[in-house]
Antibody
Framework: QVQLQESGPGLVKPSETLSLTCTVS????????WSWIRQPPGKGLEWIGY???????NYNPSLKSRLAISVDTSKSHFSLNLRSVTAADTAVYYC?????????WGQGTLVTVSS | EIVLTQSPGTLSLSPGERATLSCRAS???????LAWYQQKPGQAPRLLIY???SRATGIPDRFSGSGSGTDFTLTISRLEPEDFAVYYC?????????FGQGTKVEIK
């Protein structure tokens, strides 16, 4: 059974970079897609983007200019970097397996953007 | 991008009743690439349905999905106490992936 776990700072200052890592256990990152999704407090879900194990990516156009997703199959993790954050980036960030429908999810991690 | 509009916003029902949730897309969802999720407070979403009508592993058969093109429906045949939650539809047929705004199913 694949398990995913997000990790990273829970508080980021405005204009700085939000960095999260998703560690995958119980399976390999190889030959698969890995995604990030976020949910502002009390609101709906927003797709951020995905990466394939070889490194090819697809990003939400609304975030593309600030976003980078990377993968390290040897360390069984993939990462999210979101630059120049504002309060609007405050959300629970989830990692998930897949590029379409998502069966396996991490538990989510709340990131607050505040000075 | 494809905008998904869910209705109603809130559905107030009693255990044992039938729930019918709607998801309408602003343009046709290719190959019926539509999924439904259930989310409870403090938890990650749980996949219920993919491909518009295929139940995910471990999902009870009281959950069913139907529809094609721009109109999709999630039906819960008889509500159990654990079914009261927020439900989201999601399309993954075209990029960017998008989600509906959610329907809350609450106890009447």
């Amino acid at each position: 059974q694949v398990q995913l776990q997000e990790s990273g700072p829970g508080l980021v200052k405005p204009s700085e970079t939000l960095s999260l890592t998703c560690t995958v256990s119980g399976g390999s990152l190889s030959n698969d897609y890995w995604s990030w999704i976020r949910q502002p407090p009390g609101k709906g879900l927003e797709w951020i983007g995905y990466i394939y194990s070889t490194g090819s990516t697809n990003y939400n156009p609304s975030l593309k200019s600030r976003l980078a997703i990377s993968v390290d199959t040897s360390k069984s993790h993939f990462s999210l970097n979101l630059r120049s954050v504002t309060a609007a980036d405050t959300a629970v960030y989830y990692c998930a397996r897949g590029d379409g429908w998502y069966y396996f999810w991490g538990q989510g991690t709340l990131v607050t953007v505040s000075s | 991008e494809i905008v998904l509009t869910q209705s109603p916003g809130t559905l107030s029902l009693s255990p044992g009743e039938r729930a019918t949730l709607s998801c309408r897309a602003s343009q046709s969802v290719s190959s019926s690439y539509l999924a439904w999720y259930q989310q409870k407070p403090g938890q990650a979403p749980r996949l219920l349905i993919y491909g518009a009508s295929s139940r995910a592993t471990g999902i009870p058969d009281r959950f069913s999905g139907s529809g094609s093109g721009t109109d999709f429906t999630l039906t819960i045949s008889r509500l159990e106490p654990e079914d009261f939650a927020v439900y989201y539809c999601q399309q993954y047929g075209s990029s960017p992936v998008t989600f509906g705004q959610g329907t809350k199913v609450e106890i009447k």
